[in-house]
């Protein structure tokens, strides 16, 4: 139990295009999503913070106009990198948090390469 | 600002060794400390938890132990194995539960090579 699902896996795009990156609760209800961006040998870096039907919460140096977040429902949560450029080029992995057990389960993350 | 710091940045263990990965943090409200686990193109997994109220918590081969008063905390792989081959992430939290759950910051990274 407890699975946390992305989609697409891979996803390469031209420069100035946007791209929509979805993460769902496959088996339980998500109070809480975190999006997380991840550069080669690097570590997670929390880009937000979203609540089901609520704005998402930005961390500092993070574009909230470029990357939308929307939570509208307790299992979907999405990304959208607008105006992408080649160096939004990263590994963008989502996280939830489960209201019943507290556990935080995270997804398998979306390689996204900007051309 | 690194709120947590991970060492080393890279691991060699012979397979059968004990991979030892250390990481210490600032912040006294930090009350959850996970070590995640992730291969290369994955989202990290969960390994194991610890909360400070315990000092030590063993799960099969990995153990984490945990110095309060020193803000320490580590991981131990027993019986390491050519699978066990990932890079490990330690992380700090601090609150578990939604209603108050606050974000997870992660260290940098311990790239662990178990050679057989």
């Known amino acids: 139990g407890a699975v946390v699902s992305q989609h697409p896996s891979r996803v390469i795009c031209k420069s100035g295009t946007s791209v929509k990156i979805e993460c769902r609760s496959l088996?339980?209800?998500?109070?809480?999503m975190f999006w997380y961006r991840q550069f080669p040998k690097q570590s997670l870096m929390l880009m937000a913070t979203?609540?089901?039907?609520?704005?998402?919460?930005?961390e500092q140096g993070v574009e909230k106009d470029k990357f939308l977040i929307n939570h509208a429902s307790l299992t979907l949560s999405t990304l959208t990198v607008t105006s992408a450029h080649p160096e939004d080029s990263s590994f963008y992995i989502c996280?939830?948090?489960?209201?019943?057990?507290?556990?935080?389960?995270f997804g398998p993350g979306t390689r996204l390469t900007v051309l | 600002q690194q709120q947590v710091k991970q060492s080393p940045q890279s691991l060699i263990v012979q397979k059968g060794g004990i991979s030892i990965i250390n990481c210490a943090y600032e912040?006294?409200?930090?009350?959850?400390f996970p070590w995640y686990q992730q291969f290369p193109g994955k989202g990290p997994a969960l390994l194991i938890a610890i909360r400070p109220d315990v000092s030590e918590k063993k799960e099969g081969r990995f153990t984490i132990s945990f110095n309060k008063s020193a803000k320490q905390f580590s991981l131990h792989i027993m019986d390491s194995q050519p699978g066990d081959s990932a890079t490990y992430f330690c992380a700090a939290s601090p609150r578990m539960f939604s209603g108050g759950y606050n974000k997870l910051i992660f260290g940098a990274g311990t790239r662990l090579a178990v050679h057989p």
């Open positions: 996280s939830a948090l489960s209201g019943t057990s507290g556990r935080m389960v």
């Open positions: 912040n006294t409200a930090f009350d959850y």
């Open positions: 979203s609540n089901e039907g609520s704005k998402a919460t930005y």
């Open positions: 088996d339980f209800q998500a109070t809480t």
